[in-house]
């Protein structure tokens, strides 16, 4: 077995569409980032590339590669999972927890899960996406940033 986490977070700014999972939010503002600045697949990225010992998101997209200027986030994290399973591992399950006073996400949970897995192909009761506020407090709570951690549980898939 083998266990990644992955953190990310990017600023809340006017003029961006809110993607989370790569479900676009309404919302009054969007995630800044060179790319989509999905940040709940970006984290997820992070996990499993962590999970398998394969760097970052960062090493393997960079932001200082015009090619990546607006990507869509959720083929970046199919890119990365096709990489990391081609090392023999799968999926277990990842469980991700979304940092965010606002939106609500709630109604959007069932559907960004879906979606992971749909991007993953694996099924969705291997994905869980949690929402939390950050009770008013740093960046997140004054409603600056979203923040999303995740963590990813990978076995060998050669293993008996």
């Known amino acids: 077995m083998r266990i990644g986490h992955g953190y990310d977070l990017h600023r809340l700014v006017a003029n961006r569409p809110l993607i989370i999972g790569g479900i676009t939010i309404p919302h009054d503002r969007g995630l800044l980032g060179h790319s989509d600045a999905d940040v709940l697949a970006h ?6 590339l962590g999970a398998a010992a394969m760097g970052n998101i960062g090493q393997h997209f960079p932001d ?27 999926i277990e399950n ?25 991007y993953l192909q694996i099924e969705v ?18 409603q600056e940033a979203i ?11 050669l293993s008996p």
Not at 70 to 85: E, F, G, P
Not at 128 to 140: D, F, L
């Open 43 to 48: 984290a997820v990225t992070d996990a499993l």
């Open 64 to 90: 200082s590669d015009p090619q990546f200027k607006d990507a869509d986030s959720m083929t970046l994290l199919k890119t990365a999972w096709a990489m990391v399973s081609a090392k023999g591992y799968r």
């Open 94 to 118: 990842i469980d991700a927890t979304i940092i965010a006073e606002r939106p609500k996400l709630g109604a959007y949970i069932e559907r960004i899960r879906d979606n992971i897995a749909s």
């Open 125 to 142: 009761e291997r994905v869980s996406v949690k929402a939390k506020t950050n009770e008013g407090v740093g960046p997140e709570g004054r």
């Open 147 to 157: 923040s999303v951690h995740a963590v990813a549980l990978l076995t060998s898939a």
